[in-house]
Each structure stands twice: as structure tokens, then as C-alpha cells.
């Protein structure tokens, strides 16, 4: 499974973005997908994730900014980012849990997509 991210960009504080992550492959169903961002010198962060019942959650530096959303049909999850600020900048990755289709039936895998930069400038 391939998990492709894309969305991200250069906007002004205040602007919005939405990344996207979509996945490709034998896919069955997403089970799980979250987005990490990690700027540079600091620790990756959680920032927020979507189950399959879609229940979610997000770290309390985005709550009320960032919404989390997922298109079961294209198998694609979103980060609505909105009020963006500075230190909102970042490379923002998606970590997802699918579900493959296999001859047997199927199976559970973790993937990574490749990171999109978000640069958001005061």
C-alpha cells in the first residue's frame, strides 16, 4: 500500500490549507490514519488521527483550528487546517493503519505517505 500526501504549501498567518492523504494499493478500508508534524529541532507531534468508526482526536495546539475528516469512497483522510499560524510550520506526514485485500482475505498493515511541507509565514 502507498499512502500519498499532498496539500501542503506557503500561506499567511490567519490562511487555511487542507492536506490530503490517500491511499493506494489492494485497499480494503482505512482502519486508522493520523498526522504527524515535526519542525525542524523539535520532536515529531501527534496531531491528529481519525478511527474507522470516525472518532477523533487532536493535540490541544490545534483544537478548534485543524478538523480531521475521512472519504471512505476514495479512500482519502483530511486535515482541514484553518487559522494557521507560524508555529503551525512544519513537515506534515500521515501515518495510516489499511486493510488489504488478499487472496485469503485480509490484512492489517502500517504505512507511512511522504511529508508535505507547510510553511506559514507571520
Known amino acids: 500500500v502507498q499512502l500519498q500526501a499532498s496539500g501542503g504549501g506557503l500561506v499567511q498567518a490567519g490562511g487555511s490549507l487542507r492536506l490530503s492523504c490517500s491511499a493506494s494499493g489492494s485497499v480494503s478500508s482505512i482502519y486508522y490514519m493520523a498526522w504527524y508534524r515535526q519542525a525542524p529541532g523539535r520532536e515529531r507531534e501527534l496531531v491528529a488521527s481519525?478511527?474507522?468508526?470516525?472518532?477523533?482526536t487532536y493535540a490541544d495546539s490545534v483544537k478548534g483550528r485543524f478538523s480531521i475528516s475521512r472519504d471512505n469512497a476514495k479512500n482519502t483522510v483530511y486535515l482541514q487546517m484553518n487559522s494557521l499560524k507560524p508555529e503551525d510550520t512544519a513537515v506534515y506526514s500521515c501515518?495510516?493503519?489499511?486493510?488489504?485485500?488478499?487472496?485469503?482475505?485480509?490484512?492489517?498493515?502500517?504505512?507511512w505517505g511522504q511529508g508535505t511541507q507547510v510553511t506559514v509565514s507571520s
Open positions: 481519525i478511527t474507522s468508526a470516525g472518532d477523533s
Open positions: 501515518n495510516g493503519k489499511i486493510y488489504l485485500n488478499m487472496n485469503w482475505g485480509k490484512r492489517l498493515v502500517e504505512s
